[in-house]
């Protein structure tokens, strides 16, 4: 499954101007620095005969603008790897290497072009692997001001820091997938989403495995209204709670009423199924107004119902 997360975030980031977006979010706070017609292919440089950097990154760009001449990597992270920040640092020094060859193989005695590796995690769970190398080695205190430290530069989904995207199928993609990890989108606040492209829906439900996105309507339709397709999975998943609710109420009624007759129990049942399904709703990070409107309550009653 990681293996088709990052196949699939690999395809998405082929596209130059979600490439460069990624960069000018992380380290120019949104401005548009980067360019996307400034992104080139790489061609052998990089590459030799000990390892092929192309196979071992997922996307990789060289980058000239007439004033800045640099090599951009991004690498996909789907799960959390203590190995990552050794990895992120191979790849940056073989690329460094790669140039250095090419340098002396031409005699060229300009200073090397800037190689710079962003590591993307669109995992769930929270980055709790070193991002620094000195988090991950045991540096004897003589030694420390002899080490030589490295920090990955670490974008992640979860967590609360904020990036300013300039492209609507980036900003879409990160934070429906954010949204999604911290249940906000289940509360009433994701709206503003509005239309979003199917590709892009298609990239959130590889990596979330949301059930509420239907693969088969994305198939269908190029552009999909987020509103509706959070209200399928509130519709579907109320009568999920409701009928879980209704059973365990009228397990707890008939065992509460088996002297007042079974009858009484079941009718008592279903009415504690009906407040357990307004209380796993309200778990779930559904707002009283939202309850109200799918289960065609008054405010007013529910309040009474949840408070007693």
Known sequence: MNKIKDKMMKEFLENNAYFVDFFNAYFFGGER?????????LDSEMNDSNMDLEKHVDVIRKYNDGNLYSAFIIENQSYVDMSMVV?????????????????KKNRNNKKLP??????????????????????????DERFKACFHDYKMNLIEITGNTSYNFNEEDVYNLFYICRSIYDQSIYEGTSNHFGLVKSSVLKVVKTLTDVEWLDLEE?????????????KRWLEVKSKEWEAEGIK???????????????????????????????????K???????????CSISVENLNRVLSN
């Open 218 to 230: 994305l198939e269908e339709k190029e552009d999909i209204e987020m509103c509706e397709a959070e």
């Open 87 to 103: 990895r992120a640092a191979v790849y940056e020094f073989v690329a460094y290497e790669r140039m250095l060859k090419k340098s």
């Open 284 to 294: 779930n990070g559904m707002s009283v107004n939202e309850i109200s409107k799918v």
């Open 33 to 41: 620095v980067l360019k996307p017609e400034n992104c080139m292919e």
């Open 114 to 139: 800037m190689v710079n590796i962003l590591v993307f995690y669109t995992g769930e769970k929270p980055w709790n692997a070193a991002s620094k190398l000195s988090e991950l080695v045991e540096a």
């Open 248 to 282: 365990k109420g009228i397990k707890q009624g008939i065992e509460q009423g088996i002297e007042q007759g079974i009858e009484q129990g079941i009718e008592q049942g279903v009415e504690l199924g009906q407040v357990l399904l307004y209380k796993t709703m309200l």
